[in-house]
């Protein structure tokens, strides 16, 4: 099987930079988000070993999983993931929901 290849859509980034910077705001400190991109960085090495997991949403192609704190949702096309969306699961703040 061809290596799997993770995609990130542009809302996903955008979400995930402004993740980054209210927890660099917060916390007066990067070492948090930091933590943060290495959890999801050794997510994202997992769902390449292992694309069957997550949960299954809406549709039959889309999934969601979580990374510490954050869950996102992919959509497979073999050997491809397309990361849709990026989230904090907590209390998300209303700044992150504009996009």
Not at 4 to 32: C, D, G, M, P
Not at 70 to 91: Q, S, V
Request: net charge positive; glycine share 4%; proline share 3%.
């Amino acid at each position: 099987m061809d290596e799997l290849t993770i995609f990130w859509t542009q809302t996903a980034k955008r979400q995930s930079e402004h993740i980054f910077v209210y927890w660099n705001n917060r916390n007066k400190s990067k070492s948090y988000s930091k933590k943060l991109n290495f959890a999801i960085k050794e997510r994202i090495e997992l769902l390449k070993s292992h694309p069957e997991m997550g949960k299954k949403i809406i549709l039959e192609t889309q999934k969601k999983f979580l990374c510490g704190i954050t869950a996102t949702c992919t959509k497979l096309t073999n050997p491809k993931f397309l990361l849709l969306d990026f989230g904090i699961t907590d209390k998300t703040p209303k700044s992150f929901l504009i996009f």
